[in-house]
């Protein structure tokens, strides 16, 4: 069975860079479209982007396009979230899951999570 678990969270200043890392065990990554998605405090899940199996198309929420990048090394069975210019209000913990939006809602694999806090 297909399990997901996230890394590289942390603590960073604004204007900073952190990497997330979404690694798959008990089957292959490859298989599937993965998406990030991010719940701050008090606010609902939202998804942040989405990277189709082959790597091949991309997809991200407005408010991070052009400082967030996804990408994906199906050989090492592993999604990543580049994460530039970092802002406070990218404080939220980070999921990934298999599949994007409403289907990964209601059938995706999920990861725990990591935090990602913002803040000087």
């Known amino acids: 069975q297909l399990q997901l678990v996230e890394s590289g969270g942390g603590l960073v200043q604004p204007g900073g860079s952190l990497r997330l890392s979404c690694a798959a065990s008990g089957s292959t990554l490859g298989y599937y479209a993965i998406g990030w998605f991010r719940q701050a405090p008090g606010k609902e899940r939202e998804g942040v982007s989405c990277?189709?199996?082959?790597?091949?198309?991309?997809n991200y929420l407005d408010s991070v396009k052009g400082r967030f990048t996804i990408s994906r090394d199906n050989s090492k069975n592993t999604v990543y979230l580049q994460m530039n210019s970092l802002k406070p209000e990218d404080t939220a913990v980070y999921y990934c899951a298999t599949n994007c939006g409403k289907v990964a809602e209601l059938f995706g694999s999920w990861g725990q999570g990591t935090q990602v806090t913002v803040s000087s």
């Open positions: 990277i189709s199996s082959s790597g091949d198309s991309t």
